[in-house]
């Protein structure tokens, strides 16, 4: 079973900037970051597939952040960029089974099986 774990959240004033880090005990064909706000459904953020590397981003994403991996470390960063109050959210490391490229995908919410515990990010106006 994979675990993940999410590090580099924080608090920061809107147009800020943050990294998160996620580390993996093995690598998977399909990772990528989600966030859930308080009352709201998970959402997702940004997915890789890590043979290759291609990147898929919500469209609350696209432009301002930033997913990369170290695929030699079992490493997923996400560098946020230009953050707004309603990025406020916790945030989660996520990876899953299967191969099908086409559904790596951040509206992908349920296919996702290894999830870490959070890291809060929270950006003030």
């Known amino acids: 079973q994979v675990q993940v774990m999410e590090t ?3 608090s920061v004033q809107a147009g800020g900037s943050l990294r998160l880090s996620c ?3 093995e690598s998977r064909s399909c990772m990528g970051w989600f966030r859930q706000a308080p009352g709201k ?3 997702g953020v940004a997915t ?3 043979d290759g590397g291609s ?3 919500a469209d609350s994403a696209e432009g301002r952040f930033t997913l990369s991996q170290d695929s030699a470390k079992n490493m997923l960063y996400l560098q946020m960029n230009s953050l707004k109050p ?3 959210a916790m945030y989660y490391c996520a990876a899953r ?3 099908v490229a086409s559904r ?4 992908r919410v349920a296919d996702f099986s290894y999830w870490g515990q959070g890291t809060q990010v929270t950006v003030s106006s």
């Open 48 to 50: 890789i597939l890590t």
């Open 23 to 25: 580390a993996a005990s």
């Open 97 to 99: 089974n299967g191969l």
């Open 41 to 43: 459904e998970r959402e």
């Open 8 to 10: 580099g959240g924080g």
């Open 55 to 57: 990147t898929y981003y």
């Open 86 to 88: 309603e990025d406020t």
């Open 104 to 107: 790596c995908r951040p509206s």
